[in-house]
């Protein structure tokens, strides 16, 4: 791979992560596959590699839950070192996390030896990625389909995950006051008018990653990973698809949570708001809903999915292209969906890294992908 203008790790280092006590390993530009036995610590390097992105990682997990376990006590700090080539220059990243009492974790962050925030180093390095546990997304309910558009949604838009955080904070409050016999009506004016902002900011960048995501499909070559039709179900998408401006959309938010407060009061929750919104699937080859489609179906359109989200976020001037992470993706696809997984990777500019059990599943990189056996804590290049 030509490395000129690409964004990739040359280096990985981890010291009392999960099951490593102090690792650091190597890397040249090329796509990165880990094999080894189920729980050598395979799923954790790639877990190291999310803290990168903004949230809490493709585990969802606090952080003294990756503080590294010794003697039957979990350890009070972790550290994450990485050196990222950046298009032409090398950067320094470090994570440092504490545990401090009552189990809370604290993190610092670093690039270039200059103190760091989650949205600067979300701005450096863009990550998407694909796990086990998302192989229900389309099989569950709204709240997964959701989750993983957010996700997606993250790597084009980092603040969309301080709207989202906003958003959640504000609509506690609101259902704590609507609980109360007689609700101060200001107070609620603010609430609502601070959901409506945020509320708006989610359903637009949500509509954005959407139309670049189903450009990206589109454009794909059709072949082994179907292509899947994209729409959203929630009134405020609806109505920035419909042409809406932001403030047309915060008014509209904001009418609907004031007209909805008794029903609100009653149900015990806000029942108006992106919180609700679906993002809905559609196999193109048959037409078909992805809630319907065989196990096998749902994976091949998660993965090109995932390929295409890759694909967008190249395509955009002003965005990097991603890292992308593969959690055991390949162990059920048959030969020739692996080779048409690597060489669709292969086409990307970004590093891809994968994981499975045995390292025969990559055998159709080749000398596309450097391979490491991970074993017990400790990891090998082979």
């Known amino acids: ?42 799923t954790n390097l790639i877990e190291a590699i999310s803290q990168l992105s903004p949230g809490r990682g493709l585990r969802s997990a606090g952080l003294p839950d990756m503080a590294r376990v010794e003697h039957g006590a979990a350890g009070n700090a972790w550290a994450l070192g990485a050196t990222l080539f950046d298009g032409d220059m090398d950067r320094l990243i470090r994570i440092d996390a504490s545990i401090e ?16 925030t989650a949205n600067s180093m979300s701005e450096l390095v863009r990550i998407i990625w694909l796990t086990p546990a998302m192989d229900r997304v389309f099989a569950g309910g709204a709240t997964e389909r959701r989750k993983f558009l957010d996700r997606q949604t993250l790597a084009h838009f980092p603040i969309h995950a301080r709207h989202s955080t906003a958003y959640e904070k504000a609509m506690r409050e609101r259902n704590l006051l609507l609980e109360r016999d007689f ?16 509320g708006a900011h989610i359903a637009f960048h949500r509509t954005q990653t959407v139309a670049r995501l189903q450009k990206a499909v589109d454009i794909r070559p059709d072949g082994a990973f179907p292509k899947a039709d994209l729409s959203l179900e929630g009134a405020a998408e609806v109505a920035f698809n419909a042409g809406q401006t932001l403030a047309d959309v915060q008014d509209m938010l904001k009418a609907a949570l004031k007209d909805g407060r008794r029903r609100d009061a009653r149900a015990g929750r806000t029942l108006t708001g992106p919180h609700r919104s679906d993002l809905v699937v559609i196999h193109r080859p ?25 694909r967008a976020l190249e395509a955009e001037e002003h965005l990097r292209n991603p890292l992308v ?9 048959d030969p020739d969906r692996r080779a048409a997984l690597f060489d669709e990777l292969s086409a990307l500019k970004g590093q891809a890294w994968l994981t499975g059990t045995e390292r025969s599943l990559f055998d159709g990189f080749d000398e596309r992908a450097q391979f490491f056996e991970v074993a017990a804590g400790k990891v090998e290049a082979v």
């Open 183 to 198: 609700a101060d009506p200001v107070w609620l004016d603010g609430l609502e008018e601070r959901l409506a902002d945020h």
């Open 1 to 42: 791979m030509d490395g000129q203008g690409r964004i990739y790790l040359k280096r990985l280092a981890l010291s009392t992560f999960r099951n490593y006590g102090a690792l650091s390993i190597d890397l040249d530009g090329r796509h990165v596959c880990l094999f080894g036995a189920n729980g050598a610590g395979k």
């Open 325 to 333: 992470l593969l959690d055991e993706a390949v162990a059920h696809l």
């Open 286 to 310: 048959t037409g078909v809903p992805a809630s319907l489609c065989s196990t096998g179906q749902q994976k091949a359109l998660l993965i090109g999915l995932i390929l295409s989200n890759a």
């Open 101 to 116: 009492g009552g189990g809370r974790g604290k993190r610092a962050m670093q690039v270039d030896g200059s103190t760091a």
